[in-house]
């Protein structure tokens, strides 16, 4: 509840409810003991089934007067479930169905300015299809960065957005409604820095003969979209690295939720003759992605 001296006003989870004019003096004129879940004239009564905490009253200032998003927005699940890279985890707003757009919220605090481009979400329920990105220095003040339509499945999905500016908190906030219960958020990264290609080689290793095929398995995570053998390329050598052939990889399925198995070999015969055995990774078309491991095979 707030008065700022000509209206009443009450919300509930930062909804507005509804509102009244008043330029009254107080309730019953100030005579009462004032108190907070029960009404008190000479005798408590009506006083609320249940318990209450977190109670702030604020004396000559109207907190609010139109929707707001509360704090903590800790929801039906805790915000960590988002940021554990978990699919048995999870976070949900506060808010339900029309209440969400405009107040839930799930965001980091990253410790110390930062200056993210892109970000990936993985819902997990009760889509919804709009968010703002924001940023703030202070976690309370917060200015809009972007309005991004997002994917209302369970997919993960990355998108990018403008910018050029550091903060140290960062934030989705929903510009959308489910179409029933709360907003639920799977996984969520912010990606600092920009997006550059890149050249990954791994240590050597040594063969006992000399290789004359090579098998190479990746185990990879899409972050933006990717072309496997377009903007992620594999190459095998023999000789220590100093001769390179690419080996078409093929997509083998997934060993986990959006993470993916590829795999492909290739003749090394027309290699100079060598036991030097290595792979290399390649990026390109500034795509993101992660790798979580590898695995490299040969035969004589």
Do not use: C
């Not at 001296?5 to 507005?16: D, E």
């Not at 004019?21 to 004129?29: I, Q, T, V």
């Not at 329920?125 to 309005?147: E, F, H, L, M």
Request: charged share 15%.
């Amino acid at each position: 509840m707030t008065g700022d001296g000509s209206n009443l006003r009450a919300f509930v989870n930062g909804i507005l409810q509804g509102s009244a004019a008043y330029g009254g003096s107080g309730y019953n004129g100030g005579a009462i003991t004032p108190s907070v879940g029960s009404y008190n004239n000479g005798s408590w009564s009506s006083g609320i089934l249940g318990l209450m905490d977190n109670v702030r009253i604020s004396k000559g200032v109207a907190r609010y007067t139109a929707n707001f998003n509360p704090t903590p927005n800790v929801g039906t699940n805790p915000k960590e479930g988002a940021f554990d890279d978990s699919a048995s985890t999870w976070w949900g707003s506060v808010q339900t169905g029309a209440n969400v757009s405009g107040a839930s919220y799930i965001g980091y605090n990253f410790g110390s300015p930062v200056t993210p481009k892109a970000f990936t979400i993985k819902q997990h329920a009760n889509y919804i299809g709009s968010v703002k990105v924001q940023r703030s220095s202070d976690g309370s003040s917060w200015v809009d960065v972007q309005t991004i339509t997002i994917s209302e499945n369970n997919t993960k999905n990355a998108y990018s957005f403008s910018n050029s500016t550091s903060a140290q908190y960062w934030r989705l906030l929903a510009n959308d409604n489910p179409s029933s219960g709360s907003w639920q958020v799977e996984e969520i990264e912010f990606m600092v820095g920009a997006k550059n290609d890149m050249t990954l080689i791994s240590n050597g290793f040594t063969a006992e003969a000399t290789p004359s095929e090579i098998r190479i398995v990746l185990f990879e995570e899409d972050v933006d979209s990717i072309e496997i053998n377009t903007d992620l390329k594999a190459w095998v050598s023999r000789d220590g690295g100093t001769t390179w052939t690419q080996i078409t990889l093929v997509d083998e399925g997934d060993y986990e939720t959006s993470k993916r198995i590829l795999a492909g070999s290739i003749s090394v015969s027309s290699q100079p003759s060598g036991v030097a055995v290595k792979y290399k990774v390649t990026t390109h078309n500034n795509r993101n992605m992660k790798f979580h491991g590898a695995s490299l095979g040969w035969k004589a």
